[in-house]
């Protein structure tokens, strides 16, 4: 499944890739260690792409009369425009990428908490932050699809948000290849319960565009369907969502289980709406009855499995959920 399912993904390349820091550094991250036999990594470096060698004295954001300038940190030479261009020219090009992960608090890749100075030199920070040039450039450009630096997905949270939008827009970005109506119909069906942990409103939106597919051409029925789909992942599920769908699908054998199979099923909710254990433990249990009662329709729903169960670590559990 997942060898036909292997999203892109641009990254910074001192991440796990290239001694390309200005240091001649390389930057560890076991989160994206794990990815890689899952996913194929466009790399880039924009420093070392405008031109500035390894090592090469650090780079700083300042503001200089209101504006950002993006400029080397002792001899104040600035870069703002060769980057720039750089980043509109590459962008530009790039293709069929399905999520982003840059390096966090760089002048140039960061996407959030960047320094900014006053000037070159030995001067201490101003207090605000702000986005790297090349990492607001990506955010700005690609809208809907997750840009992530690799701090943030040490959190547990972050990561699984991350990597279930990731695989959803690569199945739909496959689809799109060689599209049928039948194909989008089987996946809305696949991924209904996925969609409804996120977003019941554009789960119906979703639903309205596969029902009314008969007074749309095929090409309007997608491009519409993607524009749910992109809204449908704009923020993480919250608890109750989750817990309202579990109980939806608990529902598919409420005839066949025991009063006691039933009563240990809602204690786990409980615990889980504690926060004190994670929704992997859930899921396995519904797994077993899908299994026992052989339930071809829930067999195929994408919320069992939605990224690579390998992604998975073991300190994960109990924690972020």
């Given at each position: 499944m997942w060898d036909e399912c292997r999203?892109?993904?641009?990254?910074s390349?001192?991440?796990?890739?290239?001694?390309?820091?200005?240091?001649?550094?390389?930057v560890s991250s076991q989160e994206i260690k794990n990815l890689k036999p899952f996913v194929e990594f466009v790399t880039v470096c924009p420093e070392v792409a405008v031109g500035l060698s390894v090592p090469r004295e650090a780079i700083r954001m300042?503001?200089?009369?209101?504006?950002?300038?993006?400029?080397?940190?002792?001899?104040?030479?600035?870069?703002?425009?060769?980057?720039?261009?750089?980043?509109?020219?590459y962008l530009k090009d790039l293709e069929d990428i399905d999520g982003a992960v840059l390096k966090s608090r760089?002048?140039?890749?960061?996407?959030?908490?960047?320094?900014?100075?006053?000037?070159?030199?030995?001067?201490?920070?101003?207090?605000?932050?702000?986005?790297?040039?090349?990492?607001?450039?990506?955010?700005?450009?690609?809208?809907?699809?997750?840009?992530?630096?690799?701090?943030?997905?040490?959190?547990?949270?972050?990561?699984?948000h991350f990597y279930t939008r990731i695989f959803a827009h690569r199945r739909f970005a496959d689809l799109k290849k060689n599209p049928t109506m039948a194909k989008l119909v089987d996946f809305h069906t696949r991924h209904k319960?996925?969609?409804?942990i996120y977003s019941q409103k554009e789960l119906r939106h979703a639903g309205r565009v596969v029902a009314g597919h008969s007074k749309r051409t095929l090409g309007t029925a997608l491009e519409e369907y993607e524009d749910a789909l992109n809204n449908i992942f704009l923020k993480p599920p919250r608890r109750p969502s989750v817990i309202n769908v579990l109980m939806h699908i608990m529902g598919y054998f409420s005839k066949q289980l025991s009063p006691e199979e039933k009563a240990f099923f809602l204690d786990q909710l409980e615990l889980y709406r504690e926060e004190k254990i994670p929704l992997s433990s859930l899921l396995l249990i519904l797994r077993s009855w899908i299994i026992r009662f052989n339930n071809d329709y829930l067999k195929k729903q994408i919320v069992f499995e939605p990224y690579?169960?390998?992604?998975?670590?073991?300190?994960?559990?109990?924690?972020g959920r």
């Open positions: 999203p892109r993904i641009l990254l390349r001192c991440i796990e890739h290239d001694h390309c820091r200005f240091n001649g550094g390389i300042i503001k200089k009369n209101g504006k950002k300038h993006l400029v080397w940190s002792l001899s104040g030479k600035d870069i703002t425009q060769d980057m720039k261009d750089f980043s509109e020219r760089s002048p140039t890749c960061g996407i959030k908490d960047v320094k900014i100075y006053p000037t070159a030199g030995k001067v201490a920070a101003l207090g605000e932050k702000t986005e790297g040039m090349f990492g607001g450039a990506v955010a700005d450009f690609f809208q809907d699809i997750p840009v992530e630096d690799e701090g943030r997905l040490t959190n547990f949270r972050i990561r699984e319960y996925l969609f409804m690579p169960r390998e992604l998975v670590t073991i300190s994960d559990s109990g924690k």
